[in-house]
């Protein structure tokens, strides 16, 4: 009695019929990678040298009645890549034979009839192709059977009906849903400081219209008063008292508090403008404008007297006190007390008496009864500087919303519009079983090419596309970008209009009328007879 071998598969329960049936099918296994190999030898296919080995080992092995554990899980292994690689009968019949079955699948789960006999051959074609008895008469019949199931889904297509298609519509909305996103909160975004930076360039304009007319009639009663105090210093103290609370005294501090209130609210402007310019890297870091500081010993000397920030200083004194500068714009800006002196007004207004404020450390000079009225003189230089500031840099952002808005703006809007239209095509067409995942992705790309296109050259077709309705030019480019194709039949009517069909030339004019002469002449000819 021999010893079994180790490597002898079990019988599992001993039944005779249930060996033979496993050998059986162990047997068609091995006929089938046979001639999977053949066939692969017949269209090209390279196959492994040891898919072809596993295949002799169990070749020998169902020859020798011993068939083991390894052996039959290397005949599968084998068998599966080979079955991969040739792709019985023809990689193109296989994929045929996959969308027929996304076809009849989407027609049964959308309830459209289908013929039995259609179905059937779906059905045998499947079976020839794994039984390895592909022929063509089983190919005729499967094609017929498709055509016919194909037109009985139209418009659906076999690429549209598959689960390919529908994770790329799933991705194709996901992708163009967070591009939507971006671009509202980079539009919401933009349109915002748009419409800050409009709001002062606005508010900037006003105050300086305000301040360029109050400016010249303030200096004008600045000097009258002057005069007033000049002239009633003779009449002592009593007389200079008077003339606090005269008609022009008044008038000179209703207009003095509205100048200074316009230049803080100015130079506030002044201050935004050079925020957003810093933000977005616009013109230089400070005004060309503003005030140049000095040393901070010499700035602590300025502003030890005179009446408000070395503003009162008469240029003789400061050209005393060693500076060359315009003692009017001299450091107002450089530190938080000078400019708030600088942009405030005194209190009382063009008081008249020499006291002094209690607890003030200012040194004791030499006071003049007329000096009241250089608090408005240096309101007014303080302004010519404030302006100077708020008109330069108005004019730069004004220039930097400009661009956005003619060149920016209207490609982001048009792309935004695109992605709208696509956004609603995707849902419609996932709804129909109608995305197709390469045509679709080509044509998206298609629209949003076309509308940023629209985009940067619709400016340029505003006023022709208004036609009595008033639109901004960010709402058409919106429209454009969303009906992208309408746009470019404008384009194309428009064209037509300007360059008009070619006329025939007077050559190609006569070579057509030259045989209808002959013909005329020809009839006249046998006309006499």
Known sequence: MSDTPKTKEPQGSGDPSTDRTSSTQLSVDVDRCERLVAHAARIGVPVRDADIDAIRSARRSLETGVMSAPIRSALHAAMNRIACAVQYPDPRIVEDLDRCGDLVSHAAQMGKPLSESDIACLSVARAARQELAWNAMTEAIF?????RIARAVAPIIAETASAQARKGARLAIKAYTWASFGLAFLVVSLSCLLFVVNQISADVS???EQNDAAALSMHNLLQAHRASIIAAKDGGEDALLQLQNSQLALQIKQLLQQFATNNRQLYADVKRTEAIRQFFFIGEADSPYKPKCIATGASADKRSGGINVNLGRTPIAASKAGNK???????????????RRALEVDLPLLATDSSKEAGSTK???AWRPEDVVEQGFQKIAVYQDIRAMATNDRDVILAFVGAITSFLLPVLYAWLGAC??????????TSASLFHPEHSVVANRAHITTAVIVGISIGLF????????EFSPLA?????GYASDKFFAFVDRLVSAIFPARVHVRGESAACVAPKRQQTRMDTAKAPQ
């Open 206 to 208: 006003k105050v300086v």
């Open 476 to 480: 058409v480019a919106f429209v454009g």
């Open 462 to 469: 505003s006023k022709l596309l208004d036609q009595g309705i």
């Open 363 to 365: 040194p004791e000079r």
């Open 325 to 339: 500068a315009d003692p009017t714009t001299a450091d107002w800006n450089c530190d938080p007390d000078s400019r």
């Open 420 to 429: 709208a239209a696509i956004l609603r095509q995707l849902n419609a067409d």
């Open 143 to 147: 094609y017929a059977g498709m055509s």
